[in-house]
């Protein structure tokens, strides 16, 4: 499977990422179409497992969040608290049958900082593994095709 096959991902990640302006936004999304959803936080604290859920539900077959490296937080635990709520919700998912690999967090590294659109192709290369979610809302365009 490659990242075309039609698997949808909500990518949430934090402003400190490297490269992750509007205009490296926008270039990701015209290059994934309506595959990737991004959702830029001011702190990847502020992501909660609701909001991973409502992604699964409504948007996407797999919800992930980018964090900025351990320590580096300029909220001092934002990352820390993200990566106890992406396992929480990982355990709902798994504990209604969904893989756990429908969630997940990359946290950004100190030593090799990575792009957020090289990040993003490795959470899509990923993500294209998984079958369609049941989970998703699947809306259906006007000839009664998904």
Not at 5 to 26: H, I, M, T
Not at 73 to 93: P, Q, S
Not at 125 to 140: D, I, M, N, Y
Request: with cysteine.
């Amino acid at each position: 499977m490659t990242v075309t096959d039609g698997r949808s991902l909500a990518l949430f990640y934090c402003q400190n990422v490297p490269e992750s302006g509007e205009k490296e936004r926008q270039a990701l999304e015209k290059k994934y179409g309506g595959l990737i959803h991004l959702f830029p936080l001011p702190c990847s604290g502020r992501l909660d497992s609701v909001h991973l859920l409502t992604a699964l539900e409504d948007l996407a077959d797999a919800a992930y969040l980018i964090t900025c490296p351990d320590g580096t937080c300029t909220y001092f635990e934002g990352n820390l608290r993200a990566g106890k709520r992406v396992e929480r919700t990982r355990e709902i998912i798994q504990g209604i049958g969904l893989e756990g690999e429908r969630v997940g967090i990359v946290i950004g590294s100190k030593e090799n900082p990575e792009p957020l659109a090289a990040l993003a192709l490795k959470i899509m290369e990923k993500v294209s593994r998984l079958k369609p979610s049941p989970a998703l809302k699947r809306r259906t365009r006007s000839n009664g095709t998904v």
